[in-house]
């Protein structure tokens, strides 16, 4: 069904004055989360205005204060609202639990329900009396806990403790009438401070129990007979509503009495749905619905079909697959959801032009639909086509149908095309309408920095620092720009405060210890007036006047690196080869520090470069590597002008894979002539360092772990040329004396996964079948694992090396060229 369909029935729904509030409630619900995915702010207030959402909280990390305890606005802080993202509010975040607090006004007061919805547990006192403690976690919902309580006349104090086991961190709350209709007259306000008013007596006489939708959809379960649309609705309210687990056998038992009356396509997607994804693959091969008889019985079964095709698609069945889809648009060429799963198929095929052609077909037919947009869009990426995929995202925006995500990934384009503006605009709105979204506004900061506008960048950090004092990751990315901009003793404070929401984080210890010690290291080599002397070789367009390079290498194989060059600019081409430097590192796993970085010109004063972080890490691939860069940009240098930078690249861990390991090669030459070159190892280990120097042709003069050279020429670049260390002089540090120490680490590492179990081996005779010789047995090896195991790359950590286990390569059905391999 179109969006705007949907949402017109909703509509209707919730306008309905024949329905129960608390149904009309679900409508307006469904019609908020529409309007906030759409970024529509009005309808989503008109929503919220409609449910009587509470708004007005203050919020702190911790425990509930004593029930009696007053309260004073020291250490707590506003939550925005009216559906409190915590998370995004109070540190830390995980496995934790924090406090929220509003003062409740009603003139009249009297009986009253609180109606709350929360992830992932809570307590709430009224008045200092508690009224309802839910300890099962589970995911939010509206009206989740329907809790009988007594309003006092003028103000009461509402304070809930939430807790938080993983996942998000949630709560929404209202407080209606007996029936779900919402206290009109009824305010909240964040400034719950002073005594905590006294609970207010109740009332005599009778008191109803309030309306609950859960308990009166649950009366399905005792209906005689059995009605089946009643259980799929009782089960459906389940699954959507994230009851909590210990009520969840009841849908599951109602579910199976409907298949016992109702055996449909129906009742059969609903009883999937409700099991974990463990069980489904078993229900689904044991049971078989009947023949659709009606409209809904057809578009249930033809969802069957669709789970059946993605089951397919994950498991490597293509035939399957492909026979799922031509079933599935044989009945409806244009059905958006089969459309999805052809573009995802086709993709994976490599045939992404294809992908997207097909889509463009179906989304004549539908123009309505955006995810067969959103399906384009990443086809269109997929094949290269990113100036249709930016056309295709802008419209999407210009038609107001574009939520969150969609604006993200055009701003990320848009950045990468160089519209910083255009990109931070689009951030913008999505921060404006979804404060929650600290991400969005840590990226706007990340797109200036990269532009270069770094002020804009840091100016935006400190913002959101004072509105989120308490969040590590805001804080973090404010002290890097104050050290970008050498403010240490501003970003010191910064990092400590990360360090104390993260204590376990390696990283951030090493960096408040770099930043509390602070030694002024010695300057490598001499000062700069001794080296302008060297005389500029012909036809060069830059003279590297001074390169040395530094590895002091500690006992546990980290080392810190400490480089400085000196380049003197001969020509034009020389000033655009050398005026951006790319400084790269790795994020938690290294820190990056610039020591000088001036460009020096006679009768001017030293100029400092415009620094910028960039990421060097494709969308694709970031989840698994992170690789940034700082880049320093100097302002149109010009022949004679003299460009010194020096940088330090400290190890912040050991790495796991490797553990006491170091090795890297340094390069003695490069594309432009050296005068003077050092490269050394200094350290705890430098004396078991094993080093190697490969300079046919040039006169190389070592003393220890030092290794020096004069004169140096250029290498010549070529089209197609080979590999650097092919072409290029260098030095290779070790701290493997040979090839036999290197075999033993990666075995150790293998551990026993090149040993074949006894079903290994049985798996490989199958698969082997009448091949004879090794050739022929080899090539049906290879043939079957190629087909049956889907390429995943999961390269990070350790997995950068080891091979996962080849039984479970083979049970999951994917991995990527090394569990392959093995």
């Known amino acids: 069904m179109p969006a705007s369909e949907l949402e017109a029935r909703l509509a209707a729904l919730a306008a309905d004055p024949h329905l129960a509030p608390l149904v009309q409630a679900q409508a307006w619900w469904h019609l908020r989360s529409a309007a906030r995915g759409r970024m529509d702010g009005e309808s989503a207030r008109e929503a919220e205005r409609a449910l009587g959402l509470l708004d007005g909280w203050v919020g702190r990390a911790g425990p509930a204060p004593h029930p009696t305890e007053a309260l004073s606005p020291a250490g707590w802080t506003a939550v925005p609202g009216p559906v409190l993202w915590l998370e995004a509010a109070l540190r830390p975040a995980q496995r934790t639990q924090g406090t929220v607090a509003t003062r409740l006004r009603h003139p009249t007061g009297g009986p009253a329900v609180l109606r709350l919805g929360y992830d992932d547990t809570a307590k709430v006192r009224l008045n200092g009396d508690e009224v309802f403690t839910g300890d099962v976690a589970h995911d939010l919902w509206l009206d989740q806990a329907t809790i009988p309580v007594v309003l006092r006349p003028g103000d009461n104090t509402l304070v809930v403790q939430v807790g938080q086991v993983d996942g998000a961190w949630r709560l929404v709350a209202r407080i209606t009438d007996g029936a779900g209709r919402p206290l009109t007259e009824l305010t909240a306000h964040p400034d719950p401070w002073g005594p905590v008013p006294a609970p207010a007596e109740v009332p005599e006489g009778d008191d109803p129990s309030p309306r609950d939708l859960w308990a009166e959809l649950a009366q399905a379960a005792d209906a005689e007979p059995p009605v089946a649309q009643d259980l799929r609705d009782l089960a459906d309210f389940a699954r959507v509503s994230g009851l909590p687990d210990r009520e969840l056998a009841v849908p599951r038992v109602a579910i199976e009495g409907a298949w016992e009356v109702d055996p449909s396509p129906q009742t059969l997607r609903a009883w999937l749905e409700v099991l974990p994804d463990a069980e489904r693959a078993a229900l689904r091969t044991g049971k078989r619905a009947q023949r659709p008889v009606t409209e ?7 969802h069957l079909l669709l789970a059946d095709g993605w089951g397919h698609y994950y498991g490597r069945r293509h035939a399957e697959t492909r026979a799922v889809l031509q079933t599935l648009l044989g009945e409806d060429p244009a059905w958006p959801p089969a459309r999805r799963l052809e573009a995802v198929f086709l993709e994976d095929l490599g045939l992404p032009h294809r992908a997207a052609a097909r889509l463009a077909d179906a989304q004549e037919a539908r123009p309505d639909r955006v995810r067969l947009a959103q399906a384009r869009i990443h086809a269109l990426r997929s094949g290269g086509r990113i100036t249709e995929a930016l056309a295709s995202l802008h419209a999407l925006v210009e038609a107001d149908l574009a939520g969150p995500d969609l604006r993200y990934e055009l701003a990320d384009l848009r950045a990468r095309r160089g519209e910083t503006q255009e990109a931070v605009a689009l951030l913008d709105e999505v921060i404006v309408a979804h404060p929650e979204r600290v991400t969005y506004a840590l990226e706007a900061a990340a797109i200036l920095t990269r532009a270069g506008d770094d002020g804009a960048a840091t100016a935006r950090l400190e913002a959101l620092h004072r509105r989120l004092p308490q969040d590590p990751v805001v804080a973090e990315a404010l002290a890097r720009r104050y050290q970008a901009q050498g403010r240490l003793t501003e970003a010191l404070p910064l990092v400590q405060q990360a360090l104390e929401a993260q204590p376990g984080d390696d990283g951030l210890l090493a960096w408040v210890e770099a930043l509390s010690a602070r030694p002024e290291a010695p300057a490598l080599g001499p000062p700069v007036a001794e080296l302008t002397a060297a005389k500029a070789p012909k036809d060069a367009v830059a003279h590297v006047l001074y390169h040395h390079a530094q590895a002091a290498v500690g006992e546990d194989g980290r080392a810190v690196r400490r480089v400085r060059r000196l380049v003197r600019i001969l020509t034009d081409e020389g000033a655009r080869r050398y005026n951006t430097w790319s400084l790269p590192y790795v994020p938690g796993q290294q820190r990056l520090t610039v020591e000088t970085a001036r460009l020096i010109r006679e009768g001017a004063p030293d100029a400092s470069p415009q620094r910028r972080d960039e990421d060097l890490s494709e969308p694709d691939y970031r989840l698994y590597y992170d690789l940034r860069a700082q880049i320093l940009a100097f302002d149109r240098p010009q022949p004679g002008d003299l460009i010194e930078v020096a940088w330090a690249l400290a ?51 070592r003393e220890g772990q030092r290794v020096t050279a004069q004169d140096v020429p250029a290498i010549a670049l070529e089209p197609n040329m080979p590999g650097a260390s092919s072409l290029q002089a260098y030095v290779h540090v070790s701290t493997e004396p040979g090839w036999d120490a290197v075999q033993a680490r990666y075995q150790a590492l293998l551990g026993e996964r090149t040993t074949p179990t006894p079903a290994l081996e049985a798996v490989a005779r199958e698969w082997a079948g009448d091949a004879q010789g090794p050739e022929a047995i080899l090539a049906a090896l290879y043939a079957k694992v190629a087909d049956r195991t889907r390429y995943v790359g999961l390269e990070f950590g350790v997995r950068s090396f080891q091979p996962a286990a080849p039984s479970e390569t083979l049970a999951r059905g994917f991995g990527d060229c090394k569990d392959k391999a093995t």
């Not at 809904?296 to 033809?302: I, K, L, V």
């Not at 796991?656 to 705890?684: C, D, K």
């Open 651 to 701: 190890d912040t861990a050991p790495d796991p894979s490797f553990p006491g390991y170091f090795g890297e090669l340094a390069y003695l030459q490069e594309a432009a002539p050296r005068a003077r070159v050092v490269v050394e190892v200094t350290g705890p280990r430098a004396a078991a360092m094993h080093l190697e120097v490969h300079a046919p042709g040039l006169a190389v003069q």
């Open 296 to 302: 809904a019985d057809a578009y249930a079964d033809r």
